[in-house]
Nanobody
Framework: QVQLVESGGGLVQPGGSLRLSCAASGSIFSINYMGWYRQTPGKQRELVAAFLNDGNTNYADSVKGRFTISRDNTENTVYLQMNSLKPENTAVYYC?????????????????WGQGTQVTVSS
């Protein structure tokens, strides 16, 4: 079974920074997608940033230039560096991966979510 463990959330003042981490563990054959999403009460979960299979990145327009997604493939970990934080960035942040788990079916990818970590931006 694949598990994603998130860390790094917390309370920060406007203009401050946080770095979120998401470590994947378990029987993983390969990963072809890593991403970060956010959700606020009464709202849909939405994409913040992601690595695509070809290594290109995709960011929500609202975070371009302020947030940076990165990864450590050796440790199956994805990070989200968040700078110049704003109150509207307050949300629960979730990581997601698409992973294959059976070497006999290397092209069968499944979706896994982290438990979520709270980010609160307030003075």
């Amino acid at each position: 079974q694949v598990q994603l463990v998130e860390s790094g959330g917390g309370l920060v003042q406007p203009g401050g920074s946080l770095r979120l981490s998401c470590a994947a563990s378990g029987s993983i054959f390969s990963i072809n997608y890593m991403g970060w999403y956010r959700q606020t009460p009464g709202k849909q979960r939405e994409l913040v940033a992601a690595f695509l299979n070809d290594g290109n990145t995709n960011y929500a327009d609202s975070v371009k230039g302020r947030f940076t997604i990165s990864r450590d493939n050796t440790e199956n970990t994805v990070y989200l560096q968040m700078n110049s934080l704003k109150p509207e960035n307050t949300a629960v942040y979730y990581c997601k991966i698409h992973a294959s788990v059976d070497k006999s079916r290397p092209n069968a990818f499944y979706q896994y979510w982290g438990q979520g970590t709270q980010v609160t931006v307030s003075s």
